[in-house]
């Protein structure tokens, strides 16, 4: 049977790796709701619900916008309560600073309810143009942007089309991981998506990662589907100081004089500083995370959970190699074999059970030898 010692260790060796596992979980940096009591009387410029924003800004360009509570509105797939933006004028424009920067390893979530285009054909002006935009800037400039955007023009019966109700991608470069990395072909003025407007209709999660300082990935889930999955370089702005610190959305409909309605809600900053060498983010550095180093070598994609960046070579190779096993369930170097947090918390309670057994085991020992030299003794 183990002695205390034995079982004392297996007790600390569980908890190091619970206290490990607990460690790897996302952290959240800041959050905002639109249940949040700030926006109890509705949304306007100078709240600050939440934590670890700054008060809205921007102009918030002639206030069209609202907290949607209550029954939500038709349009509103997202449910109440929500942001709602575009219940009056032509377009909206609103900015969220953040309290600090997003660092590599952090990530910006969110949920998004966007409008619906409406140009007629013909259009009855000259030139039309819907867009919608969601986007991170610095102090520089922005570095990164999704927008859906559409227009069109007419000329004397001409009709010109502009755009394709497509969401794209603004940045340096974007390479598509649902496609093997492959380059996203370019339409007006960034890289579509091939995730269109009216898909978008029921709102989708957004998710910004921020790999390094100079690289990104971008992921869109809509009805628990990955839509979109691409990652690049953010915008090169050729200055200091680049690190993405606001949200901004932006959005006009020059077809009338009400914009259709959109929504948003559940503002997220966490850490996500992940396994390095995990190249697929899925928690467990394997023989996965090899097949995306090859199918990347040569190239300067930017993979997750990469510390080196630059040119894929040997030293994501060796990245991966270091770290193999990390963060399985059994998947170790040599055989051995990591017990999950699970485990171990059987592991712990038996190891506990198992000295608390031994010391009432002692216990009882000793009373009963002193229960024996007490009846000898009278004897």
């Known amino acids: ?11 600390a060796f569980c908890l190091g ?7 790897a979980h996302a952290v959240a940096i800041a959050s905002d709701n639109a249940s949040d009591p700030a926006y109890a009387d509705g949304w306007e410029e100078g709240d600050n619900g939440g934590s670890g924003f700054l008060p809205w800004t921007g102009g ?20 109440a309560p929500a942001f709602q933006f575009g219940t ?58 999704m927008y859906n955007w559409l227009a069109k023009y007419n000329d004397g019966g001409q009709i010109t089309n502009y755009g394709a109700d497509e969401w794209a991608i ?10 093997g990395g492959a380059a996203l072909p370019t339409g007006g003025a960034g890289f579509l998506t091939g995730y269109t407007g009216p898909d978008s209709q029921d709102g989708f999660s957004m998710t910004l ?9 971008v992921r869109i889930v809509d009805d628990g589907v990955t839509k979109v999955d691409v990652s690049g370089q953010l915008r090169d702005l050729g200055t200091a100081g680049q690190e993405v610190d606001q949200l901004v959305f932006w959005s006009q409909d020059a077809t009338a004089s009400d914009i259709d309605s959109a929504y948003f809600n559940n503002l997220l900053i966490e850490s996500t500083a992940g396994l390095p060498g995990d190249y697929n983010s899925d928690s467990v550095v394997d023989a996965a995370d090899y097949t995306v180093w090859r199918d990347n070598l040569g190239t300067t994609n930017s993979l997750p959970n990469d510390s080196i960046g630059g040119t894929i070579g040997v030293a994501h190779y060796s990245q991966w190699k270091n770290n193999f096993g990390m963060g399985g369930s059994g998947a170790g170097i040599g055989g051995i074999a990591i017990p999950e947090p699970a485990t171990c918390f059987v592991m712990l309670s038996g190891a506990l ?6 010391r009432r085991g002692s216990g009882s020992g000793a009373r009963s030898s002193a229960s024996t030299v007490r009846c000898r003794a009278r004897r």
């Not at 049977?1 to 007790?11: E, G, P």
């Not at 790796?17 to 460690?23: D, E, G």
């Not at 990662?209 to 990935?217: A, G, H, L, M, V």
């Not at 059970?353 to 031994?358: D, I, V, Y």
């Open 170 to 179: 603004g940045a340096t470069t974007a390479f598509d991981n649902l496609n």
């Open 17 to 23: 790796l619970m206290v490990a596992a607990s460690a």
């Open 353 to 358: 059970g198992g000295m608390l057994l031994m």
């Open 88 to 145: 009056g004028g032509s377009g909206y424009w609103a900015i969220r600073p953040f309290a600090t920067p997003i660092q590599p390893s952090q990530s910006f979530k969110l949920d998004f309810d966007p409008f619906a285009f409406s140009v007629p054909d013909p259009p009855e002006f000259v030139y039309l143009s819907n867009d919608s935009l969601i986007r991170f800037d610095s102090t520089a400039g922005w570095r990164f942007r």
């Open 60 to 79: 918030m360009y002639g206030n069209p916008v609202a907290i949607d509570s209550g029954s939500p509105e038709p349009d509103n797939d997202l449910g």
């Open 1 to 11: 049977m183990m002695n205390v010692r034995k079982l004392a260790a297996i007790a």
């Open 209 to 217: 990662d921020i790999i390094t300082i100079d690289t990104y990935r």
